[in-house]
């Protein structure tokens, strides 16, 4: 019997310093995927028609002073462009227009209608002709629920490089009116 009296307190004390020795625990790993920011151009900056004899027309993407020189209706016969994008949550999104001013040609004269570019931006996605506050390109805007809205108006210019007046026909410039987005999570 004593030697059970021994066994027992031994085996209790081994037995107290194996479970403290054997505990457990877990740990959780996670990450969380955000979608890419991206952007798609909803709308193209178009001044409508205009009369040869114009001299400046201007589309406010602010849509606060009003537009002038054009004709027709705003979102029917003109429209300001408009960029979505679209990321995750409430990032900064940095966007800077490469040019703030473009030239217009019609292939086959000398004469250029300039455009000069303003900017506006919505943070949201905002599903209108134009609008939101005034935007100054290398700055940043903050998504919210993942959406911001860019417009992009200006003013446009005509210049008779000829002397026989602006001739008439499709002016444009597609390439040279670029915008970079940079961002950071």
């Not at 209790?12 to 194996?18: A, D, G, H, R, V």
């Not at 979102?75 to 800077?96: K, L, Q, W």
């Not at 001739?167 to 970079?180: K, P, Q, R, S």
Request: no cysteine.
């Amino acid at each position: 019997m004593k030697t059970l009296k021994t066994i027992i307190p031994a085996l209790t004390f081994i037995m107290l310093f194996s479970f403290a020795a054997n505990a457990q625990t877990a740990v959780t790993a996670t990450a969380d995927i955000l979608q890419d920011v991206a952007y798609d151009v909803d709308n193209n900056i178009s001044f409508g028609e205009l009369e040869a004899s114009f001299g400046s027309a201007t589309l406010d993407p602010t849509n606060t002073s009003g537009d002038s020189g054009v004709n027709g209706t705003a979102g029917t016969d003109y429209n300001a462009g408009r960029i979505n994008i679209t990321g995750s949550g409430s990032n900064d999104v940095t966007v800077t227009l490469d040019n703030a001013s473009v030239d217009l040609t019609n292939g086959g004269t000398s004469d250029v209608l300039s455009l000069s570019v303003t900017l506006s931006q919505a943070t949201d996605d905002v599903n209108t002709d134009r609008g939101g506050a005034s935007f100054t390109s290398g700055n940043t805007v903050t998504l919210s629920s993942g959406a911001a809205t860019l417009w992009i108006g200006g003013t446009l210019t005509s210049a008779d490089n000829d002397g026989g007046g602006i001739a008439t026909g499709t002016y444009e410039n597609t390439t040279d009116l670029t915008f970079t987005l940079d961002y950071s999570l």
